[in-house]
């Protein structure tokens, strides 16, 4: 009970984000829809938050969601990657649209499972099939895609174990800090930023001799290092058109002043400050259009988010990565600046219709601050009662990692709660959250205190 209130408050909203114009376009046939989303973080608690908002959500499963999820919708424990029972339970429950959180599930190909299965293709998916989540799954495939649309992103070269001295020699030519990227997926840490050569070398010895980060390490990515400031653009498109949703600014590394190991993600303010009207006319025009035109060219198949990790270099934007999913903690800003009914939206995507609904945004600033486990992203402890919660008024609290133990939550992960809040710029956002985060306790609960200070 101890976050029902927060929720209720929050839920009887729906009407106020209703998109009057969408709904003409879209139709009747999509009221009284059942929607299975999957994931368990802190992305998929705002999504689901959104999702409930929609005039055509009558019943929402999330799986395997987290305590703040089963507290809105109703938890299935199933893994996201459980292609067969996800069919099987999609089938029996009259699931009508599947929301892809996390990014496995979508490199995994459900996609192409649902699409490629005569009893469930009628089910739209929303996310990018097998081919088009490469643009996260392979670093390399991404670098090459930038490179043949002629999409501005750093000069790379690609190493393997067999390659790996060659890889050694490479980096002597590069001016410091060195950029090393494991190609596969790492859940956020495949990246590292070394200003000593010796230790660069060490480590690309580590990521594909001793296989550092598994699996994902056996290619590794060497860029030239881009010195500016970072942001993330996020984009929902159709394969052909696209909206583009707001930006935001997030913050990767554990300590504050950006020092320490990479996280998944420390805070998150939205929109960008320095983004201004110049910036934005040149990320759409020399990075979105040529990324959506690439697809269409390459015959990828893609109905979802475009998460494009910038990167503004003396006023000009250039292409860090891609992720083919909206970024965590970054949805739990973005998504509350929707006020369009994002379930609209989504079917609109579904019938490549993305063109004809309008896409309305909050003015209101929001900003997150990630509150986590201590001792992550190393080792930390799960299990730690968490109080509070029912205290928070003047904030949203999205759910990562926890679960509920009898009436308690517990944590139950690294990055354990968002807490977002509006403001009339991101500043009052900013101080809004922390605000909130003093009222919660949990033992060795850890935050950054710094988030924002460098706009």
Known sequence: ?????????????????FCGKCQSTIGNNYNNMTILLLGSGGREHALAWKILQSLHCTKLYVAPGNAGTGQIAENVEMSATDFESIKRFSIEN????????????LVN???????????????????????????EGSKEFAKEFLIKHSIPTAAYQSFTKETVEAGCKFLTTLDPPYVLKADGLAAGKGVLIL???????????????????????NKVVIEEFLDGIELSCFVLTDGKNYKILPTA?????????????????????????????????KIEERIVKPTIAGLQKDSIDYCGFVFIGLIN??????????????????????????????????????????????LEIDSQSAATIMIVSGGYPEDYEKGK??????????????????????DDV????????????????????????????NKLHFDKMYFRTDIGKDL
């Open 410 to 437: 517990v944590t139950n992960g690294g990055r354990v709660i968002a807490v977002t809040s509006y403001g009339g710029n991101f500043e009052e956002a900013i101080k809004k959250s922390y605000q909130s985060i």
């Open 195 to 217: 200003s000593d050569i010796g230790e660069a070398q060490q480590e690309l010895r580590n990521m594909l001799v001793n296989s550092k980060f598994g699996r994902a390490g």
């Open 109 to 135: 190909g459900i996609f192409d499972f649902f699409r490629d299965d005569s009893e469930i293709r009628h089910i739209p998916v929303i996310g990018p099939s097998k081919h088009g989540a490469q643009l």
């Open 313 to 358: 270099v003396k006023g000009e934007p250039m292409v860090i990565e891609y992720n083919v999913r909206m970024g965590d903690p970054e949805t739990e800003v973005v998504i509350p600046r929707l006020k369009s009914d994002i379930v609209e939206l989504f079917m609109a995507a579904a019938n490549k219709t993305l063109d004809k609904v309008t």
């Open 249 to 281: 600014k997030d913050y990767k590394r554990i300590g504050d002043g950006d020092t320490g190991l990479n996280t998944g993600g420390m805070g998150a303010v939205s929109p960008v400050p320095f983004a201004d009207e110049v910036l934005l006319q």
């Open 385 to 406: 009662n968490i109080t509070g919660l029912d205290t928070i008024t003047d904030s949203i609290v999205f759910h990562a990692g926890t679960k509920l133990d009898g």
């Open 94 to 105: 009259n699931v009508k649209m599947v929301v892809v959180g996390p990014e496995d599930p």
């Open 1 to 17: 009970m101890l976050v029902v209130a927060l929720f209720l408050f929050f839920i009887p909203f729906k009407s106020q984000y």
